[in-house]
Structure formats: C-alpha cells, structure tokens
T-cell receptor
Framework: GIQVEQSPPDLILQEGANSTLRCNFS?????LQWFHQNPWGQLINLFY???GTKQNGRLSATTVATERYSLLYISSSQTTDSGVYFC??????????FGTGTSLTVIP | DTGVSQDPRHKITKRGQNVTFRCDPI?????LYWYRQTLGQGPEFLTY????????KSRLLSDRFSAERPKGSFSTLEIQRTEQGDSAMYLC??????????????FGEGSWLTVV
C-alpha cells in the first residue's frame, strides 16, 4: 500500500493565526483529498486535489504530485476549525489510504 | 439531496453477538466503501462495491465480516461473533465515479461499535 505521513501530529493555535498542514505520500497517486473530522466523528470533504492549487474561503490546498506532497493552508483560524484533518490518497484500484491526521485546536 | 446515512449511530453489544450496520449512499452514487476507524488512527479500508458487485476486500475483513449491496443501493456490514478488538467506528462512503468531480468520496457520520 501507500504510506501517508501527516505533520504536525498536533497543533494548537490562537484564534486568528494561520497554519500549514503537510501530507507526504510514498507513491504516485491519481486522487488526493483533504478531510476535516469534526468532534462528532463525521469526515467532511475539504478538497479534491490530485495536483495544483485550490482555494475555498479561508482554506487553500496545493499538491505537488511530482514531489509527492500536499499542503493545506488555514488562514485566520476560528474555533470551529478545531478537529482532525486527514489527507487521503489513491493510486489505482479503489482503496484510499489515510494518514494518521493532524489534530488542530484553536483557542479563543 | 441527503448525504450518506448510517444506522445505527451507536451500538453496544456483548462479545460473541452478531451486529449489522446499514448504509444508504447518496442517491445515484454507484460506488460504496466501508472503512473502520479506531481512536487516534485514520480510517482503514475494508471493502468496496461498484453497484452490487463487491470488487475489493481488505485483509482486515476477516471471515467474521460480511458486506452486501444486494440491489446496488443500500449496503449492510455484518460482524459475526464480535470480539473486543472489533470496537471501532465503522464508516460508509459513496462516490459517483463517472467524472473527475465524481472521484470525490462522501462519508456518513459513522456507526460506533463498542463490544463489552
């Protein structure tokens, strides 16, 4: 399978701060998605981004497929951004491989 | 349009009992996935359906686990003779799969299983 490493594992921010989360993967992939898992356990799609850059409000993501990494940027963080952020990748077939996540806590 | 729904949301069962989880995917999504997540870990793939065909199964899916999607719509995941190690959240996801945007997978809220 594909190894997916996320960093940092834990992050504590003051409200209003910016952050960058990283996802490294061990093989070429044809699908990469970022998710936010809320305190109730639901995984919410943030981005489908196998390559390139996308932005959605205060969030943006960049994937450099040739170098096998993706970055998730959170600007002007809010307490509602707290939770665990997962990167998931797929090479071929149908199985997505998830990292162990970055746990984000935003303090008021 | 409703999202992926799972039932029950929580289940406590005694070791050795059988449990069944149900997943209703997003309407018209032909791809359906089951994942398992334990505390502090990312979700792990269990199995995948395209329409009613089960096309891929993980080694994690022991012979005590069985999944079906009889009419290509809802799916069930049954665990027989539950063990304490089966305690986890079981996640269902679906995707459309026919277009680039259809490669996005959408997860349900999960079914928490506690085996006592």
């Amino acid at each position: 399978g594909i190894q997916v490493e996320q960093s940092p594992p834990d992050l504590i921010l003051q409200e209003g701060a910016n952050s960058t989360l990283r996802c490294n993967f061990s093989d070429s992939v044809n699908n990469l998605q970022w998710f936010h898992q809320n305190p109730w356990g639901q995984l919410i799609n943030l981005f489908y981004i196998p390559s390139g850059t996308k932005q959605n409000g205060r969030l943006s993501a960049t994937t450099v497929a040739t170098e096998r990494y993706s970055l998730l940027y959170i600007s002007s963080s809010q307490t509602t951004d707290s939770g665990v952020y997962f990167c998931a990748v797929r090479k071929a077939g149908n199985q997505f491989y998830f990292g162990t996540g970055t746990s984000l806590t935003v303090i008021p | 349009d409703t999202g992926v729904s799972q039932d029950p949301r929580h289940k406590i069962t005694k070791r050795g009992q059988n449990v069944t989880f149900r997943c209703d995917p997003i309407s018209e999504h032909n791809r359906l996935y089951w994942y398992r997540q334990t505390l502090g870990q990312g979700p792990e793939f269990l199995t995948y359906f395209q329409n009613e065909a089960q096309l891929e199964k993980s080694r994690l899916l022991s012979d005590r686990f069985s999944a079906e999607r009889p009419k290509g719509s809802f799916s069930t995941l049954e665990i027989q003779r539950t063990e304490q190690g089966d305690s986890a959240m079981y996640l269902c996801a679906s995707s459309l799969g026919r277009t680039l945007s259809g490669n996005t997978i959408y997860f349900g809220e999960g079914s928490w299983l506690t085996v006592v």
